[in-house]
């Protein structure tokens, strides 16, 4: 597999959702069975072996790719919410953003105490709402294995906030916004496309 093949799955969308804003649109990718499917093994390979015992992601898009990635992984899956969407006991985590502030749940059942969580996202920006996922699972008492990511946006800087844990990411877009490239440490085993 090669970061050309999966980055065709991926539209740019130019000033969307305003002017100025390179959309990654990755519904291609979606509607392709074999491009989903390398991307998931693609996303859970640097993970597999480690213990996994839940993949947890917030809403929305990541729970597409984090259910399959936790099946790939023998582990179960949590979603983690905005407010008022969860109707059990949670557990919330308040976090501050540019313009405000913003708020995660998950059931207090939905991780125990020592559990080894892999945290899933489509896209990594720049951290902040993995970050907050984070520390609402650390807030459980549960072990963060690691951040898994189809896309990254390098140049948002969202590796670094989230430098406390292993962060993976499949599809790397540089400054020049030109290129994707497959991080070939992580590369999936199997035969080249």
Do not use: W
């Not at 979606?30 to 947890?56: R, Y």
């Amino acid at each position: 597999m090669n970061a050309d093949y999966l980055r065709r799955y991926v539209r740019d969308i130019p000033d969307f959702p305003r002017p100025g804003i390179l959309f990654r649109d990755i519904t291609p990718l979606l509607a392709d069975h074999k491009a989903l499917q390398m991307a998931v093994e693609a996303m859970a390979a640097p993970f597999a072996g480690q213990g996994v015992d839940v993949v947890a992601s917030a809403e929305a898009r990541g729970f597409i790719f984090a259910a399959p990635l936790a099946l790939q992984l023998g582990a179960g899956f949590v979603p983690i919410r905005k407010p008022g969407k969860l109707p059990f006991d949670r557990n919330s985590f308040r976090y501050e953003l540019e313009y405000g502030a913003d708020e995660l749940e998950v059931h207090v059942d939905g991780v125990a105490e020592g559990q080894r969580v892999l945290l899933v996202d489509d896209l990594l920006a720049t951290g902040g709402t993995m970050e907050a996922c984070c520390r609402l699972l650390e807030q459980c008492n549960a072990e963060i294995v690691g951040c898994s990511f189809l896309i990254h946006l390098v140049p948002l800087g969202g590796e670094d906030r989230l430098s406390p844990y292993k962060s993976h990411s499949v599809l790397r877009y540089d400054e020049d916004d030109q290129e994707a490239e497959l991080s070939v440490q992580n590369r999936p085993p199997g035969p080249s496309v």
